[in-house]
């Protein structure tokens, strides 16, 4: 099972069983965004909360799903939890690049072809890095990124709040 | 008909490994491991006959259809007409008129949302569904409430995945259409159609079956059972994708409105409008799935010629045999969802492995070459009221073997021991 450990680190399998920063937050102050992946019915309801200077204070994941979004979204949260919204799309993008790169070498379904976006970061991505076997299972990229989906979400609604 | 000879008879015992045979696809090994399919609930795999059916067809017959007046024009609209015929046999249709060829059975219940729904249903109305509902059941029906603000309301499930029909009489009081599913495709349960349109016609409702995962693998005779739609695909038994079936009674249909527009459908079109044909072609708007037809018939006539009642028989005793293999090996890790009764339902196992995900577990079982579908089976209704995500389904055919079912239950206790707390 060669390719099955390969997707199923050990570090993916401890943020399954693990899963860092669940629950959730009061909103209001917090904002809440939900995402879907419709293909298997997983679901992440995310909660943020940002300082005044526009800095991830507290976050939160709720839903459920399969160990990859469920220990892409824990890892995600560890991740973002004290960055500012820049530094955190930052990564979102740093991240989605390690994801696109192969799906768009297998002419992926569009979806989530945003390789050809300016990629504006390279970060480090640390744990993270254990989801690079993903790329080698397609369909699991999905799952791997509704969280990151599902932050950028939030962050476009916040947004959209402020200027509206 | 060039290939190998169609098993034959309505014999207790299916002969698989003859049958098999004719499944070309199911030949093939995945890294050195014999390809075990258990997806036949979500789409079929098809027999060489209805490959050759088409191919046949396309080489020698094909022109469009009800248009030319040449030999070969004359000849596929036969061949098109008399694989209508041969669906109306199959399911009992008082005639061929009253089978109408759709893209797919959610075409087919988009049509009589569209056609019937439209011109029957509006404000203090109310229809019928059932939590066991695929959404091709479902979202067709809210989007012309959304339009024509009509009441839904919901026939509940037990814990088990079947209907619960306890409060069924006040449910259909001053409906207009209940419409319900023959076998749910998360479950497996057979539901009580017979109750159920005795109960509508008692409220003066209609009824539609959807009986897209029924029709493959039961007997039916939709005279007999007394509906007044029944829709199904026919991708799902054994035939091509690009085909299903609206049946409906004929005075319905010749009282129906079109669906869509444009060629094929009408008698006369003038600069102020148009004359709509009688039905089925009234329905038919644009080219036909014409070979798609033809495969069908040819699918017909295999699932014909080993037998319903056999095929019936072979995937309850493969299903009876499937429950006790999996609970002996995976005891409490494994939840079964839907009836525990092997003739309560049909060969569709919706499995939820303790503490682990629908999604993995289709993962793991892939690197066995066992095919299952993780999900929520396009019936999220039902899934929250299971209270489970999603499960991982596994379903049998008439080319399922217990050696299918011994492999699942290896994979799946591989599964569980890989993600193992
Ligand atoms: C019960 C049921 N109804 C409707 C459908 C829709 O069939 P199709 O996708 O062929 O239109 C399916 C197939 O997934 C089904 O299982």
Do not use: N, R, W, Y
């Given at each position: 099972m060669s390719g099955l450990e390969d997707l199923y680190r050990e570090i993916i399998l401890d943020h399954y069983r693990n899963p860092r920063n669940r629950g959730e937050l009061e909103s209001p102050p917090a904002h809440r965004a939900e995402g879907f992946n419709p293909l298997c019915g997983d679901e992440i309801v995310?909660?943020?909360?940002?300082?005044?200077?526009?800095?991830?204070?507290?976050?939160?994941?709720?839903?459920?799903?399969?160990?990859?979004s469920q220990s892409s979204a824990s890892m995600m949260s560890a991740a973002v939890k004290g960055k500012t919204i820049e530094e955190a799309r930052n990564l979102t993008a740093t991240f989605k690049a390690m994801m696109s790169i192969h799906e768009t070498e297998i002419g992926g379904d569009g979806s989530e072809a945003e390789a050809d976006e300016p990629v504006t970061a390279d970060l480090p991505l640390g744990d993270l890095e254990a989801l690079r076997g993903v790329v080698k299972f397609p369909v699991r990229i999905k799952c791997a990124t509704l969280s990151w989906n599902t932050l950028s979400q939030a962050f476009d609604e916040l947004a959209a709040e402020a200027t509206g | 008909m060039t290939s190998s000879e169609r098993p034959t008879g309505d014999q207790a015992e299916l002969d698989v490994a003859a049958i098999r045979k004719d499944f070309p696809l199911l030949h093939q090994e995945q890294e050195g491991k014999r390809l075990v399919f258990l997806d036949s609930a979500a789409s079929s795999q098809r027999p060489v006959h209805v490959v050759e059916a088409m191919s046949e067809f396309y080489y020698t017959s094909y022109a469009n259809v009800h248009r030319g007046v040449y030999r070969v024009a004359e000849r596929a609209t036969n061949r098109f007409e008399q694989a209508r015929a041969t669906v109306a046999r199959f399911i009992g249709a008082g005639s061929a008129a009253e089978v109408v060829f759709t893209k797919n059975a959610t075409e087919a219940i988009n049509l009589v949302a569209g056609s019937w729904g439209k011109t029957n249903l509006g404000p203090g109305d109310a229809i019928v569904l059932t939590i066991l509902e695929h959404h091709a059941n479902i979202v067709p029906w809210q989007m012309l409430a959304a339009e024509r603000g009509f009441e839904i309301r919901w026939i509940p499930a037990t814990d088990d995945g079947r209907l619960d029909l306890s409060d069924l009489d006040r449910l259909v009081d001053g409906a207009k259409l209940v419409a319900f599913t023959s076998m749910s495709n998360v479950?497996?349960?057979?539901?009580?159609?017979?109750?159920?349109?005795?109960?509508?016609?008692?409220?003066?409702?209609?009824?539609?079956?959807?009986?897209?995962?029924?029709?493959?693998?039961?007997?039916?005779?939709?005279?007999?059972?007394?509906?007044?739609?029944?829709?199904?695909?026919?991708h799902k038994m054994l035939g091509p994708t690009g085909i299903g079936i609206l049946w409906a009674r004929a005075e319905l249909l010749e009282a129906m409105p079109p669906f869509l527009g444009g060629g094929g459908m009408i008698l006369n079109v003038t600069t102020d409008g148009f004359l709509p044909d009688a039905p089925p072609a009234r329905f038919e708007a644009g080219t036909p799935p014409i070979a798609e037809a033809i495969g069908l018939a040819a699918a017909i006539d295999y699932l014909e010629s080993v037998g319903m009642e056999a095929i019936r028989r072979h995937e309850v005793a493969l299903t009876a045999y499937a429950l006790r293999k999996l609970s002996t090996e995976l005891g409490d890790s494994l939840t079964i969802h839907g009836p525990s009764e092997p003739a309560a339902r049909g060969g569709v196992l919706s499995l939820e492995l303790h503490g682990v995900h629908a999604h993995d577990v289709s993962q793991v079982l892939d690197e066995h070459a066992v095919c299952i579908r993780p999900g929520h089976h396009c019936a999220k209704p039902l899934m929250k009221h299971l209270g489970v995500p999603a499960t991982a389904r596994a379903s049998f055919y008439l080319y399922n073997d217990t050696d299918d079912a011994d492999a699942l239950a290896e994979a799946l206790v591989a599964a569980r021991d890989f993600f193992a707390l």
């Open positions: 995310l909660h943020v909360l940002l300082d005044d200077d526009g800095v991830i204070d507290d976050i939160k994941i709720g839903g459920q799903g399969c160990s990859i | 479950t497996g349960s057979i539901t009580a159609a017979e109750q159920i349109i005795a109960a509508a016609k008692a409220a003066g409702a209609l009824t539609l079956v959807d009986a897209c995962q029924s029709v493959p693998h039961l007997p039916t005779d939709v005279t007999e059972l007394g509906a007044d739609f029944v829709t199904f695909s026919g």
